[in-house]
């Protein structure tokens, strides 16, 4: 496809359970974002990656996130020992540019509860 | 700090008629480049129109314009001949200079407007 795809849609987790979140760029865009959005709020930024180089964790809520983006491609959202508070959409965004990257392209979120 | 302050939680607006959504925002940096994004029920956010610090001419975009009003620190987004499809969630978002501190890669967001049209 021609945008940002991210998977799964929607994913239900118990407390205390490991999760992965899946975010496929459009291709040939160095910059990759998550952000995190809470329900009745705008998005927060988590994490940036350009290329297969994090430069920016600092979004992070705690070490229970993990981010990665091996190839500089596909990237994974993990969160580990998932909490209630960790019920949000996770939105994936990829630009064309490096540093200064202009537009973002966003996919559709994948949406967490964490029961 | 609150950089990006969004103080209509909902709009409503009749069909083919002007809406104009409120954004102020705060930062020190002489810098810095201002968005407006669409966030419909399918959850995806659509990039709208772009106006940086130093732009002398207000954006526009089709049926969408930003009133930048730089002294008072407001970045109001106008839709024009509204349509049904414009309902939707509307984000404001701002990215700083890295040479004052911020990151010109990293979006902050306001906490959004919710647009209903009616027919």
């Known amino acids: 496809g021609a945008g940002v795809s991210q998977s799964p849609r929607y994913k239900v987790a118990k407390r205390g359970q490991d999760v992965a979140l899946r975010c496929d760029p459009i291709s040939g865009h160095v910059s990759l974002f998550w952000y995190q959005q809470a329900l009745g709020q705008g998005p927060e930024f988590l994490t940036y990656?350009?290329?297969?180089?994090?430069?920016?964790k600092s979004g992070l809520p705690s070490d229970r996130f993990f981010a990665e983006r091996p190839e500089g491609s596909v990237s994974t959202l993990k969160i580990q020992r998932t909490q209630q508070e960790d019920s949000a959409v996770y939105l994936c965004?990829?630009?064309?540019?490096?540093?200064?990257?202009?537009?973002?392209?966003f996919g559709e979120g994948s949406r967490l509860t964490v029961l | 700090a609150q950089k990006i302050t969004q103080t209509q939680p909902g709009m409503f607006v009749q069909e083919k008629e002007a809406v104009t959504l409120d954004c102020t925002y705060d930062t020190s940096d002489p810098s810095y480049g201002l968005f407006w994004y669409k966030q419909p029920s399918s959850g995806e956010m659509i990039f709208l129109i772009y106006q940086g610090s130093y732009d002398q001419q207000n954006a526009t975009e089709g049926r969408y314009s930003l009133n930048f009003q730089k002294a008072r620190k407001s970045a109001n987004l106008v839709i024009s001949a509204s349509q049904l499809g414009d309902s939707a969630m509307y984000f404001c978002a701002m990215r700083e200079d890295p040479y004052s501190g911020g990151s010109n890669y990293k979006l902050t967001f306001g906490k959004g407007t919710l647009l209903t049209v009616n027919p």
């Open positions: 990656f350009q290329n297969e180089a994090q430069l920016d």
């Open positions: 965004a990829s630009s064309p540019g490096a540093r200064d990257t202009g537009e973002l392209f």
